[in-house]
């Protein structure tokens, strides 16, 4: 594989690095013609090409199936790219050492479909342990995690077990896990795929609210209701392709919402 | 902070998987007794030579028509000699009368000529005389014309040596097994751990969580079971011997002079920490193997 070849680590995804002036000024994101295959014959992904800017909020979309999973896999490397270049605050973090994954992850808040909620932790603890990683004294945890349960709606609530909330209270939960560390990107993977539809729009509102503090903002869903009521940037994935749209549905470049979300 | 971190999660870890956790502890606790028990056993005996071995004696049988002025001058010899203590006359009555007393046979041996038992000069060496010491002073005093025979326990020692040899290797091979033992139990246990915490180890990967961070609670959990089970066999084999070490004690002092001791401060701290290391050892193996991380 080609990402293996490097050995030395970035700096930059090491233990307390911060990013410098110009890593700063550099485009959060870049994926440089990005090619990801599952098949020999068939990628998944086929010459990404994307720029995303620091303080976005940008929808991935496209049918199921359609690979934005495996992009935002591609993203926390969970998945190496084949061909092409990931850069993250203008680091290839395709060429990163099993050993600087961690320290990647960490500037980076990750939300799934399926909450990922320890249920025989209670709130406080599910959202204490990605502050726990970072060796922070229990102290500064608690005043942290009480201040993003504040920011997802559930002020005071640190103390109840997990396996008494509803779905969209242990969605709440996983955000707060994932902002608590404030990271500097968060990746949504299909974040209301479980929820109902009232509940969705919530969540939604809440990741909106994390942008507005300056917070990158990648969501993934292929629920079209979602993306309509908004007029974010919308990121298609369509046969391994990307095609794009600045403003939502309404400048969308192709015949219709049909070749967006199948 | 790492460490405290750890030690808190490991904490967590013991109370959920305390089922799992106990059912380890109990039979490595088991395996551990065997180990301490064999222990107790060798260091009893190296006590004993080691008391013996110290109490140097060396029995002079004299000949039956032995000159009494020969004998006399003999025993000026041994006495003049710095390694001896104390030089004993032994007539044949004598010898008869505690023979009777001590051979607590059912058959009536009152009977016997005195003549079986040869008159003899039992001679006790100071503390600290070698074993090799007393052999050549032996040797010299056989050359006496008074000296029928000489008897330094010299096989009887040799015999104690291999005894304590073999319990040495058995002690030893024993060692080894129950180091297995917990590396394969404790390995066992701590992979049904890792699967079932697969999720949340998947979060703190998620989180970026390192490779340590993640399996610091596994080793530390490994250990306590390793020192637990240490620590139980430690304390069962303590009870026993309180219990019983008075009426063992009694008889033993009969036989042989010595008295029952427990397992040397050293010998228990080696069971402990070596219990910890080796748990510790066995969780890691298993956790570089099961938690690919
Ligand atoms: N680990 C994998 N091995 C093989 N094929 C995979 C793997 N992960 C995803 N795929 C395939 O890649 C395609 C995209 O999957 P995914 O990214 O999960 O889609 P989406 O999230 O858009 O629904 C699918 O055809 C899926 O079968
Ligand atoms: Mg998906």
């Given at each position: 594989m080609q990402g293996t070849k490097v050995v030395r680590p970035f700096p930059f995804f090491r233990a307390g690095a911060r990013a410098s002036q110009p890593q700063l000024a550099k485009p959060i994101l870049v994926l440089e013609d990005v090619y990801k295959f599952f098949r020999p014959d068939q990628p998944t992904l086929r010459g990404v090409n994307l720029k995303v800017e620091r303080g976005e909020f940008a929808f991935i979309t496209g049918p199921s199936g359609a690979g934005k999973s495996t992009l935002l896999k591609l993203l926390y490397r969970e998945l190496m790219v084949d061909e092409g270049r990931v850069l993250f605050c203008g680091r290839?973090?395709?060429?990163?050492?099993d050993k600087s994954i961690p320290f990647l992850r960490r500037n980076l808040g990750i939300v799934f479909q399926d909450f990922r909620?320890?249920?025989?932790?209670t709130v406080f603890e599910n959202i204490a342990v990605a502050l726990e990683i970072l060796s922070m004294p229990q102290r500064l945890i608690r005043s942290r995690v009480a201040e993003a349960l504040e920011r997802v709606g559930l002020?005071?609530?640190?103390?109840?077990?997990?396996?008494?909330?509803s779905g969209g209270e242990k969605q709440r939960v996983a955000v707060a896990r994932a902002i608590v560390p404030e990271p500097a990107l968060i990746l949504a993977d299909e974040p209301t795929g479980n929820l109902d539809p009232h509940l969705a729009i919530d969540i939604l509102t809440l990741f909106e609210e994390i942008n507005s503090t300056g917070t990158t903002v990648l969501f993934a869903t292929h629920d079209h209701s979602l993306i309509s009521k908004r007029d974010h940037r919308l990121i298609s994935i369509d046969e391994g392709r990307v095609v794009e749209a600045r403003q939502g549905l309404k400048d969308w470049p192709g015949s219709g919402i049909h070749t967006l979300v199948g | 902070m790492e460490v405290k971190s750890a030690m808190t999660r490991a904490r967590r870890g013991l109370r959920e998987e305390r089922r799992l956790y106990i059912v380890a502890v109990s039979s490595l606790a088991v395996a551990f007794l065997c180990l301490g028990a064999t222990l107790l056993g060798v260091t009893n005996l190296d006590a004993a030579a080691d008391r013996w071995g110290q109490s140097g004696r060396i029995t002079l049988f004299l000949k039956d028509d032995a000159d009494p002025q020969d004998i006399a001058q003999l025993r000026v010899v041994l006495e003049g000699l710095s390694d001896v203590r104390e030089v004993t006359h032994v007539t044949p009555e004598q010898a008869k009368a505690s023979f009777l007393e001590e051979?607590?046979?059912?058959?009536?041996?009152?009977?016997?000529?005195?003549?079986v038992f040869p008159a003899s000069l039992e001679v006790s060496l100071v503390n600290g005389v070698t074993r090799e010491r007393s052999e050549s002073i032996a040797t010299r005093l056989g050359q006496f014309r008074a000296v029928s025979d000489v008897e330094s326990y010299r096989s009887w020692f040799q015999k104690l040596d291999d005894l304590l040899w073999g319990a040495r290797m058995l002690a030893a091979g024993l060692a080894l097994l129950v180091m297995f033992c917990v590396i394969a139990v404790i390995g066992n246990t701590i992979r049904l751990a890792v699967a079932r915490r697969r999720q949340e180890i998947e979060v703190m990967k998620l989180c970026g969580a390192t490779n340590g961070f993640v399996r610091g609670p596994f080793v530390l959990e490994g250990m306590f079971q390793g020192f637990a089970s240490a620590l139980l066999a430690v304390l069962a084999l303590l009870v026993g011997y309180l219990a019983l070490h008075e009426s063992v004690d009694s008889t033993l002092a009969a036989l042989t002079g010595s008295r029952v001791v427990f397992l040397g401060v050293w010998t228990w701290l080696l069971l402990l920490i070596g219990g910890a290391l080796i748990g510790a050892i066995g969780s890691a193996l298993s956790v570089r193997r099961y938690l690919a991380v």
């Open positions: 290839d973090i395709g060429r990163l050492t909620i320890i249920d025989h932790w002020n005071g609530r640190g103390d109840e077990q997990t396996s008494n909330l | 051979a607590d046979v059912g058959a009536d041996l009152s009977s016997l000529p005195k003549e």
